[in-house]
């Protein structure tokens, strides 16, 4: 039996599942052949899936275990209860979104460096109590859990590049991203929410942070992106998420 290991592109609004389903559609003789991914990445994050073909399917642990490369851009002034676009908004900050990113950004860096406890996101597949924590979450029941946490480790964070985006480019991107999920994640609800929001700041910038983040197996780079704007004192989410490597499989578009 062919045993190999691919490194695929996620798009952004793919499901794992989906780009396999395209990757094997492309190619009748890998029809047949048992197939998993290793590493999901969020409906709306993209870059490197690796996909293990035949025997290899076997040592999916392993692959699990590999080091990471993600490049994140944050969005700070708005916070969802997601993380990213994907949520509905919960916490838009008016007043703190100016300042001196810079500064107050290389102060707090070094605090999610190292093995850090990171708590799982709300909405995620994680089980408590019998359930994913995103059926407690669209329930309305997260208080009556307690989210677990679990050890992961940053070995190094950077500052790639420093930019800002308008009202009106960021909720043409919403839709655009949004457009792209299939299945049930309250889209128009979504959208609809953002429309209203934003519309109540029409001409205003808001500032992003693009990093460039290594670490190991188990990281969720949205609650990085939450967890910071809460170091500063600000609203933030997950703007843009880029899984780059894995081991050593590089992006392949």
Known sequence: MLSKVLSLYKKCGQTPLKCINEFKNND?????LPMTYAGRLDPLAEG????????????????????KEY????LFGFSTDTYDLMGKVVGPDHENWHGNFASKIQEILPKFTGKIKQKYPPYSSRTVGGKPLFVWAREGRLDEIEIPTHEVEVK??????EG???????????????????????????????EKM?????????????????????????????????AMGIQSLALDIVRTKVGEYTIRK
Do not use: M
């Not at 009748?28 to 047949?32: A, H, Q």
């Not at 190094?156 to 590049?161: A, C, E, M, V």
């Not at 670490?215 to 704007?229: D, K």
């Open 198 to 230: 934003l519309g109540n700041f029409p001409k205003e910038n808001f500032p992003t942070r693009t990093l460039r983040i290594s670490c190991g197996s188990g990281f969720y780079a949205r609650v990085l992106a939450y967890e910071i704007g809460q």
């Open 71 to 74: 490049e994140l851009t944050i």
């Open 164 to 194: 800002e985006i308008t009202s009106e480019q960021l909720l043409e991107k919403i839709k655009n991203d949004i457009s792209k999920v299939g299945g049930d994640f309250r889209q128009e609800d979504i959208i609809n929410i953002w």
């Open 28 to 32: 009748s003789g890998l029809s047949n």
């Open 156 to 161: 190094s964070i950077d500052i790639i590049k």
């Open 48 to 67: 490197v899936l690796l996909v293990l073909i035949g025997d290899e399917c076997h040592k999916k642990e392993e692959y699990l275990k590999l080091p």
